[in-house]
């Protein structure tokens, strides 16, 4: 098999797992939204545009004049839909232009277009040559790259430099996946550009396999990608606002018990201390704070950082950082033994539960419960 015969295999391929992304996604009843909705619309035009050329490539289209030549311009749609998931997800969709109007009607035009000239070539033109469609073509794929640009550096500039207008969502998520998607699309719109002006005076069609096949690969990612931190961020909303009416909060530790035997260290005063500590940190909900240090509750407090470490190095047995992932873990534990959250994501818990990754959630979970998050939720 040739480079050809394997990109053409690798497009197929794409196609049944975009189809499939959708029909999966799609059933997912509780998750589906709009953002949902634009994500899935952005990946089935993908599909469908593959599967177009793919069926050209290998000659399953019909010699019917009509089927032929009657090129859906998919493509165009692409961008748009993930522009207008761009602004869901980042919940800006009621302060930009959406322009899924103007997208739709010029879609309808250029559909509308390609029928009168094909109707044109069909009756007027003698032997039906259809050098008059290949000129329109041409001119429909530079319109179009051009209205593409125009939205994506619209969606480019939302996500790298209105941060007045993605603050809500960077609460959730740094976005940094959405702007690598936005580099290499760039990246992927300008080997475009060069691959329309390479077919223009050459008329090589094999320039746009492998920018098809880079696109497609990117574009699905982006739906895998989206789909999965859409699915944690509204988790994390749902999650925050929980814990912001106090219903599943931790509670008071009751005090410490002081125990006698131990050094002159343990006294009233000190236990005292300790507790305030312990109380203020859980009443204010600090351990939720993935950046919480131990110099800033200190000075809160207005403790010396010295006097401070020792007080939690002695009363909890932990060092600062393991004390606060214990008040962690209790309240992921309170989650994930509740049947209402049943549903969430165990990476939406651990997020909002004040741990800054996957892996250190589950690291500190065994720790201190040797079980994992997904042995422990099992029970319930």
Known sequence: MNLEG?????????????????????????????????????????????????????????????????????????VPMFYAFTIHFTKVQDKVRSFLKTTIIIFIVEVILRLCLMSYVYYEVPDRNTILLEYYTFIEDYFNLFYIIFLFTNACFIIFNRQRLTSYILSYDDLNWLKWFVRFGFIIIGCWAIALTVNLFTGNDMVYLLLRFSMSVLLYWLGYQGFYKYNVIKDRISLRSSLAAEELGIGNINPSSLDNDKDDFFNKKHQADFDKIKNYIIKNKLYLDPLLSMESVASELGMSKSYFSKLINSYSDYNFSDFINSLRVKQAKKFLSNDDFSDYTIVAIGLECGFNSKSTFYAAFKKFTSETPSTYRAQF
Do not use: D, H, M
């Open 6 to 78: 394997i990109i053409n295999f690798l497009l197929i391929a794409g196609v049944v797992q975009g189809l499939g992304f959708n029909l999966v996604t799609s059933c997912v009843k509780k998750k589906t939204n709009k953002t949902i909705v634009f994500l899935n619309l952005t990946v089935l035009f993908i599909s469908l545009n593959n599967l177009q050329r793919w069926l050209i490539e290998n000659g399953y289209s019909s010699e019917l004049f009509f089927f032929k030549n009657f090129l859906v311009p998919w493509y165009f749609l692409i």
